[in-house]
C-alpha cells in the first residue's frame, strides 16, 4: 500500500508546507538524509495550540498538538519529495519538544500523538528512534514543537 494510499485510510490530508518563521530553512537534503526543521503545534488555518501542557493544557490536548506537529513534518518532507512521500525509505528519529509545568512527566506520551501518526502513516518503515524533552518555552508559545530525519530511496 502507498503511502498516499494510507494517508486516505486514517482521514489526513497534508496541508501546505508552513514557511519557517525565523532565519533557517524548513528541510535540508544531506546525501540520502532529509532533515525537516522544529515544526510547531500550528493547524491549517494557521492557529496555534499554545500554551504549557500540565497547566494550560492537558496531556489529551497536548496529543493532539503534537498531532498537529506530525502532519506539518509529512507536509514538508512532501514538498521536499515534490509530492511524493513514498521517496521516503526510512524514518530515522523525532525529538519532541514539549513545553511543560516542571512537574509534569508524561512528555513521552504527548510525543505518542507524534510517533503513532507518523508510524501510522509509514508503517513500519516509520518506527524510529525518538526523545521527548520538556521545556520552558517554545517560539510563538506553541505548546509542541518536533523535528525529524528521514532517509530517502
Known amino acids: 500500500m502507498s503511502i498516499k494510499d494510507n494517508l486516505v485510510k486514517l482521514n489526513i490530508s497534508i496541508p501546505n508546507a508552513p514557511d519557517p518563521v525565523g532565519a533557517y530553512v524548513a528541510f535540508k537534503k544531506v546525501s540520502k538524509l532529509l532533515y525537516i526543521s522544529g515544526q510547531i503545534s500550528i493547524d491549517s488555518n494557521g492557529k496555534i495550540t499554545k500554551g504549557k501542557i500540565g497547566k494550560d493544557l492537558s496531556l489529551e490536548q497536548g496529543q493532539i498538538a503534537a498531532k498537529l506537529c506530525a502532519i506539518n513534518i509529512l507536509a514538508q518532507a512532501n ?27 508524561d512528555q513521552p506520551k504527548v510525543i505518542n500523538g507524534a510517533s503513532e501518526i507518523i508510524s501510522s502513516v509509514f508503517g513500519e518503515i516509520g518506527n524510529h528512534t ?8 517554545l517560539p510563538l508559545g506553541a505548546a509542541v514543537e518536533i523535528d525529524a530525519i528521514f532517509e530517502l530511496k
Do not use: P
Request: proline share 0%; glycine share 6%.
Open 79 to 105: 514538498k521536499a519529495c515534490e509530492g511524493n512521500l513514498d521517496n521516503i525509505s526510512n524514518c530515522v528519529k523525532i525529538t519532541g519538544y514539549v513545553n511543560s509545568t516542571d512537574d509534569f512527566i
Open 130 to 137: 525518538r526523545a521527548a524533552v520538556s521545556v520552558n518555552s
